[in-house]
């Protein structure tokens, strides 16, 4: 089974489906140990860790789509991508889905933002025409190799023209054939109730919880009973390890030394273990045995 079926599976399910945000290998690699059934590559994140540089329409598809090809040869979970505006017009798009689906993307998020666009929980975000994102939306239907892939059509009209214009909006997306729908940035329980009753049982819903955003940290089973069926937690994992990492950095400064660190990191062996190394040390040594013996059955 794909991975993109597994996710049309999953969401398809009783429960909603938690998605934590990644944006390498090593953090796709550390949800998939973890046990989760889905991960989430969030363009913020790519953002700030590639380029050390805000939410604001920097990165380029290349970027992504190199993002997405190394989580893809590390893990075999299904993968969200967070495509922003799919880079351009609704040509732009089909280009885009067609790279990012090749590079091992389950599933493509595009937003209905003007370019350049700026992160869903940032003020001031100018919107498409409707007609227009919902030619996108239609665009990317058409690219995907795959039927399974899921397209996921994003709006941002609420914090731009109000709850009732962003639900109208997210008709006008399901009409054009989005496989799943998200209104970013509600900013009440009630928006999150006002969203599940429009859409819920029409298609699969995502809800985005952002530490210190404008939408209410709810657990997943509490927006599974809302009826949202794909919960993201996209930059909890960069905010972590930032946090973590300005804390190891300040103790070095001040100690000149990590010894006072070792209970807050994964030691020498530690991680050489949590990224496999003895299993790769091993295949090499398979193969290497079996270049020797080939020549040693080769000697007359």
């Given at each position: 089974?794909?991975?993109?079926?597994?996710?049309?599976?999953?969401?398809?399910?009783p429960?909603?489906?938690?998605?934590?945000?990644?944006?390498?290998?090593?953090?796709?690699?550390l949800?998939?140990?973890?046990?989760?059934?889905?991960?989430?590559?969030?363009g913020?994140?790519?953002?700030?860790?590639r380029?050390?540089?805000?939410?604001?329409?920097?990165?380029?598809?290349?970027?992504?789509?190199?993002?997405?090809?190394?989580?893809?040869?590390?893990?075999?979970?299904?993968?969200?991508?967070?495509?922003?505006?799919?880079?351009?017009?609704?040509?732009?798009?089909q280009?885009?889905?067609?790279?990012?689906?090749?590079?091992?993307?389950?599933?493509?998020?595009?937003?209905?933002?003007?370019?350049?666009?700026r992160?869903?929980?940032?003020a001031?975000?100018?919107?498409?025409?409707?007609?227009?994102?919902?030619?996108?939306?239609?665009?990317?239907?058409?690219?995907?190799?795959?039927?399974?892939?899921?397209?996921?059509a994003?709006?941002?009209a609420?914090?731009?023209?109000?709850?009732?214009r962003?639900?109208?909006?997210?008709?006008?997306?399901?009409?054009?054939?989005?496989?799943v729908?998200?209104?970013?940035?509600?900013?009440?329980?009630?928006?999150l109730?006002?969203?599940?009753?429009?859409?819920?049982?029409?298609?699969?819903?995502?809800?985005?919880?952002?530490?210190?955003?404008?939408?209410?940290?709810?657990?997943?089973?509490?927006?599974?009973?809302?009826?949202f069926?794909?919960?993201?937690?996209?930059?909890a994992?960069?905010?972590?390890?930032a946090?973590?990492?300005?804390?190891?950095?300040?103790?070095?400064?001040?100690?000149g030394?990590?010894?006072?660190?070792?209970d807050?990191m994964?030691?020498?062996?530690?991680?050489?273990?949590?990224?496999?190394?003895?299993e790769?040390?091993r295949?090499?040594?398979?193969?290497?045995?079996?270049i020797?013996?080939?020549?040693?059955?080769?000697?007359p």
């Amino acid at each position: 089974m794909s991975p993109a079926k597994k996710l049309r599976d999953l969401l398809a399910g009783p429960e909603a489906v938690v998605a934590p945000g990644v944006y390498d290998a090593l953090t796709a690699l550390l949800v998939e140990q973890a046990g989760f059934a889905c991960v989430y590559l969030s363009g913020a994140s790519v953002s700030f860790t590639r380029l050390g540089r805000p939410d604001l329409g920097l990165t380029t598809l290349t970027e992504v789509a190199d993002t997405v090809a190394r989580i893809r040869e590390r893990i075999e979970l299904p993968l969200v991508v967070d495509a922003d505006t799919g880079y351009g017009n609704a040509l732009n798009v089909q280009r885009s889905v067609a790279l990012l689906e090749r590079m091992g993307a389950s599933a493509i998020q595009l937003e209905d933002q003007q370019s350049p666009k700026r992160c869903g929980h940032l003020a001031g975000k100018n919107l498409v025409a409707v007609d227009e994102m919902a030619g996108k939306i239609r665009a990317a239907l058409d690219a995907r190799e795959d039927a399974e892939t899921v397209i996921i059509a994003r709006t941002d009209a609420l914090a731009a023209e109000g709850i009732d214009r962003a639900i109208a909006r997210g008709h006008a997306y399901v009409a054009a054939g989005a496989d799943v729908l998200f209104i970013e940035a509600p900013r009440s329980v009630e928006h999150l109730q006002q969203i599940g009753q429009e859409f819920g049982g029409k298609l699969p819903l995502l809800a985005n919880m952002v530490e210190g955003g404008r939408t209410p940290l709810l657990p997943a089973n509490e927006l599974g009973d809302l009826g949202f069926s794909l919960v993201i937690f996209p930059g909890a994992m960069l905010r972590v390890n930032a946090k973590a990492s300005t804390e190891y950095l300040a103790a070095l400064k001040a100690d000149g030394t990590t010894s006072g660190f070792l209970d807050r990191m994964f030691l020498f062996d530690e991680v050489n273990e949590l990224i496999g190394l003895d299993e790769m040390i091993r295949d090499g040594q398979r193969y290497a045995g079996d270049i020797r013996d080939s020549k040693e059955d080769s000697q007359p």
